[in-house]
């Protein structure tokens, strides 16, 4: 199975700075790669698919980069909105698996 | 818009079965373009994919090689749903439990692109 490693794990932040969440997998996924938001009691929620391709309906701060092995997620203006934890998520072989997550707070 | 609701108990003894319904509206269980997922959050585990079923000519069933042996999910087509049930239940199985769909392209199979609101699920005597 891939595994997917996130870092940095906890990241404080003010509104308005531009913060950047990595995720490495275990091996090549190519642009296999998804991004999510979760806040507390709510369910995951899809941002970003194929690495770096906006779901519907998702801000243009939110951008996604990478390939094979190392992938990012940058917020380029963080909204007070924005604090959440975020996950990636590998889709290019079975079964899927996730990343251990990156809670973001405001500083 | 899709929308999933799940439903079922939020404690359940050792040893006995775990069982939770997702309903869906807005698509259907006998898509050939979505799979029916359950994933569970823990503490300990993290975000875990458990299963999934989905229809093309005939309805497949694939599970995580972690609870094979006491899962199995389930579509209803006469209610447009689809369940859980996880057999022989520990504390370990205590997680919040999600079903999801995943939209099936050329490309990936396992995009969740909607979730159902989640169950804790709770098992304690």
């Known amino acids: 199975d891939i595994q997917l490693t996130q870092s940095p794990s906890f990241l404080s932040a003010f509104v308005g700075d531009r913060v950047t969440i990595t995720c490495r997998a275990s091996?090549?996924?190519?642009?296999?790669l998804a991004w999510y938001q979760q806040k507390p009691g709510k369910a995951p929620k899809l941002l970003i698919f194929?690495?770096?391709t906006l779901q519907g309906g998702v801000p243009s701060r939110f951008s996604g980069s990478g390939s094979g092995t190392e992938f990012t997620l940058t917020i380029s203006s963080l909204q007070p909105e924005d604090f959440a934890t975020y996950y990636c998520?590998?889709?290019?072989?079975?079964?899927?698996?996730f990343g251990q997550g990156t809670r973001l707070e405001i500083k | 818009q899709v929308q999933l609701q799940q439903s079922g108990p939020g404690l359940v003894k050792p040893s006995q079965t775990l069982s939770l319904t997702c309903a869906i509206s807005?698509?259907?269980?006998?898509?050939?373009?979505?799979?029916w997922n359950w994933i569970r959050q823990s503490p300990s585990r993290g975000l875990e994919w458990l299963g999934r079923?989905?229809?093309?000519?005939?309805?497949?069933?694939d599970y995580a090689v972690s609870v094979k042996s006491r899962i199995t999910v389930n579509p209803d087509t006469s209610k447009n749903q689809f369940s859980l049930q996880l057999n022989s239940v520990t504390p370990e199985d205590t997680a919040v439990y999600y079903c999801?769909?995943?939209?099936?392209?050329?490309?990936?199979?396992?995009?969740?692109?909607?979730w159902g609101q989640g169950t804790l699920v709770t098992v304690s005597s």
């Open positions: 999801a769909r995943a939209r099936i392209t050329s490309d990936w199979s396992t995009l969740f692109d909607y």
């Open positions: 807005g698509d259907s269980v006998s898509s050939n373009s979505a799979a």
């Open positions: 079923t989905y229809y093309k000519s005939k309805w497949y069933y």
């Open positions: 091996q090549g996924i190519i642009s296999s």
């Open positions: 194929g690495a770096s």
């Open positions: 998520q590998q889709l290019h072989t079975y079964p899927p698996s």
